[in-house]
């Protein structure tokens, strides 16, 4: 069974950057679509952005698009999150997830369709 650790969360400004990373342990990593999501206080969990096995096709949520880039390395069993042009809004604990389902090329924003999660990293954005 994979399992993902998150790093890289902290406080930062607003309009800064920070870069998320989450390493899987085990060998199946590249069989796995990824995908961060994210949770504010009192709310629901959100998706954020996703990517499929092979890296090569990504999707955004509107709210982050233009500003997050999410990207892979298989051979380091990790997937990043670099969050660029930070808002407070962006505030919230952040949780990398691996979705086992569809072929090389498949990725999807529905959390149900991702089993394995990390325990999440809180990200600060000060005004």
Request: net charge positive; glycine share 12%; aromatic share 14%.
């Amino acid at each position: 069974q994979v399992q993902l650790v998150e790093s890289g969360g902290g406080l930062v400004q607003a309009g800064g950057s920070l870069r998320l990373s989450c390493t899987a342990s085990g060998r199946t990593f590249s069989r796995y679509a990824m995908g961060w999501f994210r949770q504010f206080p009192g709310k629901e969990r959100e998706f954020v952005a996703a990517i499929n096995r092979r890296g090569v096709t990504t999707d955004y949520a509107d709210s982050v698009q233009g500003r997050f880039t999410i990207s892979r390395d298989n051979a380091k069993n990790t997937v990043y999150l670099q969050m660029d042009s930070l808002k407070p809004e962006d505030t919230a604990v952040y949780y990398c997830a691996g979705c086992g389902n569809g072929g090389d090329y498949y990725y999807t924003r529905r959390q149900y369709e991702y089993a394995i999660w990390g325990q999440g990293t809180q990200v600060t954005v000060s005004s």
